[in-house]
């Protein structure tokens, strides 16, 4: 690999799933896209040049490149682009492209191409859509593309990088930036743990004449207009920082060798440039820039992790800048792309300016979990007024210019103050919201007698994180809720009064402004079991996380009540309309509340008992909120206990709920809830049921003991690891199935393998979640089959479970009732309808603020037997729960032992027989 590719690989082995590198490209076409011809096209392309098929290995300890054949994904999607845009890649066994494409939608047709940093970057994308451009009219006229061959590929160049590196450059370089401090920090920053941080992004238009004045006065200064920007950004920088030497990070090209010009591939370099604040007027700033950025041409060819590496525990780029000037991609065929926002961020703060088609734009990316958002626009409005008058005045002092928006967090005065200020005539939610200014401002120092309607907030000594502080407390007192920006874009009394007054009359809402609506069919199938006593724990969603320290307990007991207040599905209740014959919701009730329970002084009994109290015992549907949180506190730190009904949250649901939580406790801006879509049509479940038709409705399993009239649920776990993960992605990769489609066909044969029965049916989840904010219940139940009659090889195991798998996808939204209705109907209380056995994969997550999440004991399963699979680092962990009923702990982890035996199987010979020998 390139040392630049190096890093980016590093990322994404320590975090497969994150988006942080993709570079998702959005464009409309000018007419109709022939998705069969883009997919050729986009084959050509990826052909042509090597980078676009490349995976990525650690083979003893040395990183490589590992070029194969052409291949690209290219699907015709409705779910939304910003979801296809955050999906991760997988750099081992993946290629690190793929095409979505949008039929008729209002605008034209849309194509999201997606591509991992690692293979692309800014200067990539003319040649890239040049031959795309070239490839699609081709196709579309019937004839081969002919895009030529290259005389170099990326991994010519990767050799050249690791050849090139000048180590005494390097030393010398890293001994000049030892100099300077680091650990820059702007106005307002917060401690956050080390990790992949969420971000946001704030976009702003430099007006023409300014750009225009740019380019001139870097004529005049015999600098370039990457320089005029640099000084600037560097005084913002400055300013909210309090420093006046500091580094920031540049975004260079590191194109050095002509032939490497127009190549597909990731280049790019970060170089910290010395910045300072001393000389007083912007031209001597840009003069002393100019200098430290000529330097940079050269510097640009030291990897930058090395120079991090020469330099241990120092930051050299908390804030970034990039221009990007690169010529602009042909657009023939379809709109410029724009390239969407991930929802993370590569530094602390990034400024990055580009010259578009509709002008010169400005996009201020920031780590939300280490600054609040709103600092984006504040920054950005400095940026753009301090840029205009430094290129106006670039001989005037810049001190006697004071930013529009200033810093974030301004220092507390000490002394206690009184500032006295004419009350006049107020309405109550005023009254309010002056007293809300009163309190907050005194707790640093500031004592306001009497504010008036217009006194502003940060005009009495306030800034924005006290803001934040004073709408929780806002919210506490006076049951309002009022989202920061709101009130931050006008701080004054009466703005404030106003907000107060409608999140007041938002969160309590009328019953007659929210009239009954059709439940899901899930929610119809779960209610009705509901009215199963046996069965009523089953469809509970328990999630306990222990927090290493029980300080701010207030702090995240109001947290919790802000998010659960928010999400109009947690404040479901359900009724049987008799007059319908169906379930309808209502989402009027109050919001639940946490609690907090002192259990310091508890045995480790009476604690267990608590908690699986708070995670087990039913909900009263039609008249409580299906859900409840407590906090308990322990020895060791505090438990958040957070259970809900399952027709109201899926585990995607839960995750959104407790990053929720730590956005609020970290003062970041919740995005608006949104309540799930109001039921739509069914889908056609006519084929999925010709598919299935003919399979056995049960599968037999190792049972040590008999089942019962009425299913028990108590369950337990049992998980073991796969360590050979990476050879089992290949295996199922050449057969078109994922990690999890192979799971469940080794898992039928180590069934198989047991019995005479060969032919199963598994149930496993799919999400129907358009939006990755909402908390809902958007999980159906589909059913595949497992068809191992007529002695299968394990290539043709794959390719009928790959099959089935897209037979039940395209049935998605067909109701599970409906299929078990027409395949079983004849079912009891004794098992599962349909099938015993359950199948699922998932994503490693732990939670926010440092929390761990705690195993559940006593634990509920739905089915006999679920098989859960996990992409770890270490592997692929297989998590069984199994009913305790049925199965002894022997009996599972014999039945774990034969799948990881059969997966063994499957690698050695996936041409060889499936079903071959009997197992136990």
Not at 248 to 273: K, S
Not at 437 to 447: K, P, Q
Not at 811 to 827: G, I
Not at 875 to 882: C, D, E, Q
């Amino acid at each position: 690999m390139s040392f630049a590719q190096e890093r980016l690989w590093f990322v994404n082995a320590a975090a497969p799933e994150s988006p942080i590198y993709n570079v998702p490209l959005f464009f409309r076409w000018r007419g109709e896209v022939d998705p069969g011809a883009l997919h050729r096209a986009l084959l050509a392309v990826v052909e042509k040049h090597e980078v676009l098929r490349t995976t990525y290995q650690d083979r003893d300890g040395e990183r490589v490149q590992v070029v194969g054949e052409a291949r690209v994904a290219v699907e015709v999607v409705s779910h939304a682009p910003d979801v296809e845009a955050r999906r991760g890649f997988d750099l081992a066994t993946e290629p690190p492209v793929r095409c979505a494409v949008w039929k008729g939608q209002p605008d034209g047709d849309a194509v999201l191409l997606t591509i991992h940093h690692i293979a692309v970057d800014g200067w990539s994308l003319p040649a890239l859509f040049d031959d795309l451009g070239t490839a699609y009219d081709a196709e579309v006229a019937g004839r081969r593309p002919e895009l030529g061959e290259l005389p170099v590929q990326y991994a010519d160049f990767a050799v050249w990088d690791r050849a090139g590196l000048d180590d005494q450059l390097l030393a010398r370089r890293a001994a000049e930036l030892a100099e300077v401090p680091t650990g820059l920090k702007l106005g307002g920053a917060r401690p956050v743990p080390a990790g992949f941080h969420s971000g946001e992004q704030h976009r702003f238009t430099v007006p023409a004449a300014t750009w225009e004045a740019v380019g001139e006065l870097a004529r005049r200064l015999r600098a370039t207009p990457f320089v005029v920007l640099l000084a600037a950004w560097s005084e913002v920088v400055g300013r909210w920082s309090a420093r006046d030497e500091f580094l920031i990070g540049a975004v260079t090209a590191n194109r050095t060798h002509p032939a490497v010009e127009d190549l597909v591939g990731f280049f790019v370099n970060t170089v910290p440039l010395r910045c300072t604040t001393r000389p007083p007027t912007f031209a001597q700033r840009c003069a002393e820039l100019r200098r430290e950025a000529f330097g940079s041409m050269t510097y640009q060819r030291i990897p930058f992790d090395q120079l991090v590496a020469r330099t241990p525990g120092r930051g050299l780029a908390e804030v970034g800048f990039a221009l990007q000037n690169m010529p602009a991609p042909d657009t023939a065929r379809w709109t410029a792309p724009d390239v969407l926002p991930t929802g993370t961020a590569k530094y602390d703060v990034l400024l990055i300016v580009e010259e578009t088609a509709d002008g010169v734009m400005g996009t201020l990316e920031l780590d939300t979990e280490l600054y609040p958002a709103e600092l984006g626009p504040r920054l950005a409005g400095d940026f753009a007024a301090l840029l205009g008058h430094a290129v106006a005045e670039p001989e005037a002092p810049l001190a006697e210019f004071a930013l529009p928006n200033g810093p974030l967090e301004r220092p507390r005065p000490l002394p206690v103050s009184t500032v006295e200020i004419d009350r006049g005539d107020l309405t109550e939610p005023e009254r309010r919201a002056a007293e809300l200014f009163r309190a907050v401002l005194a707790e640093t120092g500031v004592e306001i007698a009497e504010p008036a309607r217009n006194a502003n907030f940060f005009t009495l000594g306030g800034h924005s994180l006290l803001a934040v502080g004073m709408l929780a407390r806002a919210r506490r007192e006076h049951g309002a809720v009022v989202r920061p920006s709101e009130f931050l874009a006008e701080p004054t009394v009466a703005r404030l009064g106003a907000l107060l007054r409608a999140g007041t009359e938002k969160s309590e809402p009328a019953a007659a402004d929210d009239g009954p609506r059709p439940a899901t069919s899930t929610q119809q199938r779960f209610w009705f079991l509901d009215r199963i006593p046996e069965l009523r724990a089953a469809y509970l969603v328990p999630t306990v996380v222990h927090f290493p320290s029980d300080s701010g307990v207030e702090e995240l007991r109001d947290a919790v009540d802000t998010v659960l207040a928010r999400h109009p599905s947690l404040r479901s209740r359900f009724h049987l309309d008799h007059k319908q014959k169906r379930v309808v919701r209502t989402t009027s009730g109050p919001p639940a509340r946490a609690t907090v329970t002192d259990a310091r002084g508890w045995d480790e009994g009476k604690l267990s008992d608590h908690v699986a109290e708070l995670c087990w015992t039913p909900f009263d549907l039609a008249n409580e909120a299906p859900v409840r949180a407590e906090l308990v506190l322990v020895a060791t730190g505090v438990r958040l206990v957070l259970c809900a009904h399952h027709m109201v949250v899926d585990g995607a649901s839960v995750r959104v709920l407790l990053e929720q939580v730590a956005a609020v406790v970290q003062r970041r801006e919740l995005p608006e809830p949104v309540d799930p879509a109001p039921v739509g049509e069914r889908g056609d479940a006519s084929e999925l049921i010709a598919a299935l038709e003919g399979a056995p409705t049960d599968v037999r399993l190792p049972h040590d003991r008999p089942r019962v009239s009425v299913q028990s649920i108590l369950g337990a776990t049992c998980t073991t690891t796969f360590a050979e993960a990476p050879a089992l992605r290949a295996v199922a990769k050449e057969s078109g199935c994922s990690t999890f489609l192979a799971t469940v066909a080794v898992l039928a044969v180590a069934l198989a393998r047991r019995s005479d029965q060969r032919d199963f049916l598994f149930a496993f989840p799919w999400s129907g979640r358009e939006h990755p904010d909402a908390v809902g219940m958007f999980v159906n139940t589909l059913v595949l089959r497992a068809d191992l009659r007529g002695d299968p090889t394990w290539r043709e195991v794959l390719d009928r479970v790959r099959r089935s798998a897209s037979v039940a996808y395209r049935a998605a939204d067909v109701p599970f009732d409906e299929v078990v209705s027409a395949l079983h109907p004849q079912r009891d209380l004794s098992r599962p309808a349909l099938t015993p056995v359950y199948v699922a994969a998932e994503d490693e997550w732990r939670p926010p603020l440092g929390g761990e999440l705690l195993p559940l004991d006593p634990l509920a399963v739905k089915y006999e037997l679920e098989l859960t699979v996990t992409e770890t680092p270490a592997g692929l962990r297989l998590t069984a729960a199994y009913q305790t009923d049925l199965f002894d702990d022997t009996t599972i982890k014999s039945l774990l032992a034969d799948v990881t035996d059969v997966t063994t199987a499957l690698m050695t010979n996936p041409d060889g027989p499936a079903c071959e020998e009997k197992l136990r």
